[in-house]
């Protein structure tokens, strides 16, 4: 086959940006085109830093810019996407918009797939508008052919508490009967294990694997085990390799970042600048993960 013949996939990434550190599309970005990815951003707001900082500034884009930017996509023939990947949105509008983009993005290429960060909250706690989830669960989940929530937002999307296995697995299924046909929980802590869930409709099973604790909380850490996902859902032969290779880089990536943390000097800043995710400096991991972490079905 000539080189030139085969099209590199393109992704259009809808979620947050930071000038300084790494959420939102700057968590996605980079490792996206690492793995041969084209990628075109757009950004639901344009922050200096992420919210954990004590100050941050800046833009909310609204839905009439989200609609003029699709529009000048469209209008030029720059639609055609492989991909859509969205996360943070924050506002109700905005969110309605995303549905018309979808929309717009599949009649261009009906073979599109819709991979859907629900990002809502997390530890119990919603940081987006209580609006937000009945716009997930009626119109934007319903749309996504992938879903990766965390535990918390699994619940909400459910409408389940989640306290034992056998409540992750209703919640999951309930997740299907909306609509997409892969659900990727990022992280689900039952006891004192952090485990990643996956299910397919195809498979009709659950695929597990466990991860060992970090005593740190990372800020764009779902970001980026979204953005690997997808892009191994479509290097990867099998599911268990995707799951294996998406789970083993996030977990050297947020591993170098703590050890980095530990052994940090610059005692003058943040805590929130120490614990920025070290990306570029896990180029490796996330181009060739070390493969420590094996993905096995739930029993």
């Not at 609204?62 to 996360?87: A, F, H, R, S, W």
């Not at 960060?117 to 934007?140: S, T």
């Not at 306290?163 to 990022?186: F, R, Y």
């Not at 952090?194 to 397919?200: D, E, H, K, R, V």
């Amino acid at each position: 086959m000539n080189m030139y013949s085969k099209r590199t996939p393109r992704i259009l990434s809808l979620q947050s940006h930071v000038v300084s550190g790494y959420v939102g599309n700057k968590s996605a970005t980079f490792p996206l085109q690492l793995l041969g990815f084209e990628v075109d951003a757009i950004n639901s707001v344009q922050l200096s830093n992420h919210t954990g900082y004590k100050v941050f500034k800046g833009q909310v884009l609204n839905d009439k810019d989200l609609e003029d930017v699709i529009d000048g996509l469209v209008q030029n023939n720059l639609d055609n996407y492989t991909y859509l990947l969205t996360g943070y949105v924050g506002s109700a509008s905005f969110l309605k918009k995303v549905a018309e983009v979808v929309h717009t993005l599949k009649r261009k290429n009906p073979e599109l797939i819709y991979v859907c960060d629900p990002v809502m909250g997390d530890n119990g706690k919603m940081y987006v508008p209580e609006a937000l989830k009945k716009i997930y669960i009626e119109e934007i989940v319903p749309l996504a052919d992938i879903v990766i929530p965390n535990q918390f937002e699994l619940e909400l999307l459910s409408n389940t508490k989640i306290n034992t296995m056998s409540d992750l697995q209703n919640a999951v299924k309930k997740l299907h009967e909306i609509g997409p046909k892969t659900v990727a929980v990022s992280s689900t802590e039952l006891g004192d294990k952090l485990t990643a869930i996956f299910s397919t409709i195809k498979d009709k099973k659950l695929i597990k694997i466990d991860i060992p604790k970090i005593p740190i909380s990372f800020t764009g850490s779902g970001d980026l085990f979204a953005a690997l996902f997808l892009a191994h859902t479509y290097l990867q032969d099998d599911m268990k390799t995707a799951i294996e290779k998406t789970v083993n880089s996030l977990y050297n990536v947020l591993l170098e970042t703590y050890n980095y943390s530990q052994a940090c000097q610059d005692k003058e800043s943040q805590p929130a600048r120490r614990i920025e995710l070290r990306l570029i400096q896990s180029k490796h991991f996330i181009e060739n993960p070390k493969i420590k972490l094996l993905a096995e079905p739930l029993s």
